[in-house]
């Protein structure tokens, strides 16, 4: 593997495309950027041989900026801002990012869970995924899960367990199910559309062996068949992928196995073949190769030694 090209966009913590993918949306995770309070999106078109070119950059109108998606039609952004719990609507215009056309601010969902300090005093915006025409909102300090509508108006919400810290959704790729990882709560959750519907244990089902202090989970997927939830684990010499089965009906069986990875897993994701899966561990500066076997089986790419990219800081990979 060979690095094509960089940009030199400051704290870059998530990437979305477009749905044509002819267009890269990247945060600006800051507190404050330019000299102004908050952080920034920046958009690129995705030319010849996957090469960017810059289009524009705006302040996102909110602290810290840490996920980001497009809608369907290409026609709006969705910025989750975790230092100021909100999530900001933009609009979209030939891949340039426009206008903000609404604000939600998180205050309108609940009170702050307070379990941990310094975590849950407030809301904390951490995702906000427009997929199956609704809007996926995590709300780590509020310990909340909600589905809006795509003007932003709340449908239906689930509200985990105190203290879990909702993060990340991943949703299955042929039945109308959720999976939702729990950052401190290191557990995940299934979740049927409508009402929310828990699948299996509304506690959340565990993706450690065992109990780890100082290990918190980041990012989760469903493998390609849907038969395997996996979820990448930070911290607690726990830096970790967890590998967790499904059955037919898209209930979390048991944990299948855990693979050591680099520190502090933030990100990974399956390759288009669905036979690879790439991991960003952001503490050691490498993007990692792991072998899929399809049956819940990881192991490093070209074993024993491995395939890895050095790369500062990694936090977000996408095909």
């Not at 609404?102 to 849950?120: A, Y």
């Not at 993706?207 to 980041?218: D, H």
């Not at 855990?258 to 399956?270: A, E, H, V, Y």
Request: proline residues 5%; charged residues 20%; hydrophobic residues 35%.
């Amino acid at each position: 593997m060979n690095i094509l090209e960089d940009y030199e966009i400051p704290d870059a913590s998530y990437l979305c495309f477009s749905p044509d993918r002819r267009h890269l949306y990247a945060v600006i995770e800051k507190e404050r950027y330019k000299g102004q309070r908050g952080g920034g999106i920046a958009a690129f078109a995705v030319e010849k041989e996957g090469r960017l070119r810059f289009i524009n950059e705006v302040f996102s109108n909110g602290v810290a900026p840490c996920h980001l998606s497009t809608s369907g039609d290409g026609e709006r952004l969705y910025v989750a801002h975790y230092g100021e719990g909100t999530t900001t609507i933009f609009d979209i215009k030939g891949g340039r990012i426009g206008g903000i056309s609404k604000t939600i601010d998180h205050e309108n969902f609940g009170k702050p869970s307070l379990v941990f300090p310094g975590r849950q005093e407030a809301p904390h915006a951490h995702y906000a995924q427009a997929a199956r025409d609704m809007l996926w909102v995590c709300d780590l300090g509020l310990d909340c899960v909600l589905a809006l509508d795509l003007n932003g108006n709340e449908l239906a919400r689930f509200n985990a367990p105190s203290g879990s810290g909702p993060r990340h959704i991943a949703l299955h790729p042929h039945l109308p199910l959720a999976y939702l990882v729990c950052e401190m709560g290191c557990t995940v959750i299934g979740l049927r559309y409508g009402h929310f519907e828990t699948l299996l244990a509304s506690t959340g089902i565990s993706v450690l062996r065992e109990p780890t202090l100082g290990c918190t989970c980041a990012a989760v997927r469903v493998s390609p068949d849907g038969k395997y939830l996996l979820t990448s684990n930070r911290g607690g010499d726990s830096d970790s992928i967890s590998v967790l089965g499904l059955d037919e009906e898209g209930r979390i069986m048991d944990l299948k196995g855990m693979t050591k990875t680099g520190l502090c897993p933030r990100d990974f994701q399956f390759d288009p073949s669905g036979n690879k899966v790439f991991v960003a561990c952001q503490e050691s500066d490498l993007l990692q190769v792991f072998d899929w076997d399809g049956n819940g089986g990881l192991s490093p790419l070209g074993s024993p030694l491995g395939v890895s990219l050095n790369i500062q800081r990694p936090t977000c990979v996408l095909f």
